[in-house]
């Protein structure tokens, strides 16, 4: 697609769980970001690819949330064991190197019974 | 570190009124600064930015100037219309950290009644 794709849109999951977010980056972005949004937050950092180079991984909050990169494109974050403040809605962005403008996805909306 | 404070909202005007959102910035080396937009049900969007001090960006009839010296970067649009309501963000990148992600204030929802 033309746009940054991410799913799903909505997952409900209950506590202990896992869940895994997917997202499809725009094509020739080698540039890739996740960030949540909380109720009511502005956005919260999570991670940054960048081609091959290690991904930042400052902003993840704890062990329980991982993220992985394949080939350069698709990437799935990962979050383990699901607590109730883990719900928010997860956002997905990508850019040219170097460019500064992201485009993000519409986002995944996480909600932990 | 990096941070960037947004007036809070919600901002509730008429339509034809002026806007101005605050937005102030701290940053440890020279940022870019930019205002994404969200719209109700659609994912953020770049709105215009500025690289440089003294940079005016403007898009959609928004604009924000760079001002270093009061390290801010307002919003302001002179007539709003009930199609600009949505939530606002303003947010800054420091390249020569190494780190590329953006920091993003708390946003501020902008409500226009007609």
């Known amino acids: 697609g033309a746009g940054v794709s991410q799913s799903p849109s909505n997952k409900v999951t209950e506590k202990g769980k896992d869940v895994e977010l997917r997202c499809d980056p725009i094509?020739?972005?080698?540039?890739l970001y996740w960030y949540r949004q909380s109720l009511g937050q502005g956005l919260e950092f999570l991670i940054y690819?960048?081609?091959?180079?290690?991904?930042?991984k400052s902003g993840l909050p704890s062990d329980r949330f991982s993220a992985e990169r394949t080939g350069g494109s698709v990437s799935t974050l990962t979050i383990q064991r699901t607590q109730q403040e883990d719900s928010a809605v997860y956002l997905c962005?990508?850019?040219?190197?170097?460019?500064?403008?992201?485009?993000f996805g519409e986002g995944s909306r996480l909600t932990v019974l | 570190g990096d941070s960037v404070t947004q007036m809070e909202g919600p901002v509730t005007l008429s339509e034809e009124a002026f806007l101005t959102i605050n937005c102030t910035y701290t940053?440890?080396?020279?940022?870019?600064l930019f205002w994404y937009v969200q719209y109700p049900g659609e994912g953020l969007q770049l709105l215009l930015k500025?690289?440089?001090?003294?940079d005016k960006g403007s898009n959609k009839g928004f604009e924000a100037t760079y001002r270093k010296e009061t390290t801010s970067f307002h919003l302001e649009k002179g007539s709003v219309q009930v199609s600009d309501s949505a939530v606002y963000f303003c947010?800054?990148?420091?390249?020569?950290?190494?780190?590329?992600?953006?920091?993003f204030g708390s946003g501020t929802r902008l409500q226009v009644q007609p």
């Open positions: 962005a990508s850019s040219v190197q170097g460019a500064g403008e992201l485009f």
């Open positions: 094509s020739g972005h080698t540039a």
């Open positions: 690819f960048q081609g091959n180079s290690a991904p930042d």
């Open positions: 940053a440890t080396g020279y940022p870019s």
């Open positions: 500025a690289t440089k001090a003294d």
């Open positions: 947010a800054l990148s420091v390249w020569d950290t190494g780190r590329r992600a953006l920091t």
